[in-house]
């Protein structure tokens, strides 16, 4: 909306053609999301608390983590107003990219509501059932596969890049819609399973979109995408504003959500980041990197699927307790200093992911 006005105040001054800039409406996206959540975030604890909107603590979980019950939940709507807002005010809204976005994360982040909603205030503790809450993921991240594949221009935006080697694309044809799926469904999960301490889930987030907004805006300019050896799609750089402001609403976030935390992210936030990792790493063409760089989403994610494929199988447990970062809890390690170093694992890993752009 306002990049609109600053196209109309462009008639009259020359200097609001600065606007017209990726980096620059970035960088404000990201400030805009950052303001609205710092600001908003007391009123909606305020309200979250006002309505016991709270948290449930399992029995079964760290006893460290039975001081948490009660604790405002859904804080997520925070990020997705500031998300929301922001990349309507700074994003082209002509960008069909930026709006497969917004929408794939406000979907899920719908599902997410559906379940904390009948999780804290209907105080059904299954919330959403799981095979509703996958059916409405898979239909979600279906249908936008099937939307990618059906439109999609040029060869690049349908192969698989290859991190590292250069000029190795693997041509995918009608895979391109079950890998898309898959990565959209499986980040959102990811996430989603990673958020069960104060911080953990957020900040990593805020990391892989920072590093995705690199690869989009290479990607969407034709001579780094050329220089880099990259794909070049043209238009897909309009997603660093979104990304942008996912950066900036979740460093706002984190203001309430650190240790210990004041609010929960809860699945409205957890569901809806995870989404929208994947589908811009989709719409980047760096579904593998996404993989190297969210690497503890990844590690949260087997963590479970090794525990409950073990305990069926054998009847006994791999981990004291999954998600991973409860293992590292029930083996002692104090709740700040998992965080934190899974935050440190992350930012590795982020390093590694970009070095991609230039190691080929």
Known sequence: MLLWLTEYLLEYHSGFNLFQYITLRTILGALTALVIALVVGPTLI??????????????????????????????????????????LCWGNLGSIYLWISLLVTLAFGVIGWVDDYRKVVRKDARGLAAGWKYFWQSLIGLATALYLYQHATIPAETQLIIPFVKNLNVELGVLFVVLTYFVIVGSSNGVNL???????????????????????????????????????IAGVGEVCIFLGAIVGSGLGFLWFNTYPAQVFMGDIGALALGAALGVVAVLVRQELVLLIMGGVFVMETVSVILQVASFKLTGKRIFHMAPLHHH??????????????????????????????KIR
């Open 46 to 87: 305020a309200y979250l608390s006002r309505y016991q909107i709270g948290q449930t603590v399992r029995n079964d979980g760290p006893q460290s983590h039975l001081v948490k019950a009660g604790t405002p939940t859904m804080g997520g709507l925070l990020i997705l107003i500031a998300v929301t807002f922001s990349t």
């Open 328 to 357: 590292f809890e029930l083996k002692g390690w104090p709740e700040p200093r998992v965080i934190v170093r899974f935050w440190i694992i992350t930012f590795m890993l982020v390093l590694v992911g970009l070095a991609s752009l």
């Open 194 to 232: 990673t958020d069960g301490l104060d911080g953990l889930a957020i900040l990593p987030t805020v990391m892989v979109a920072g590093a995705l907004a690199i690869f989009a805006y290479v990607a969407g300019n034709v001579r780094f995408a050329e220089y880099l050896g990259v794909p070049y």
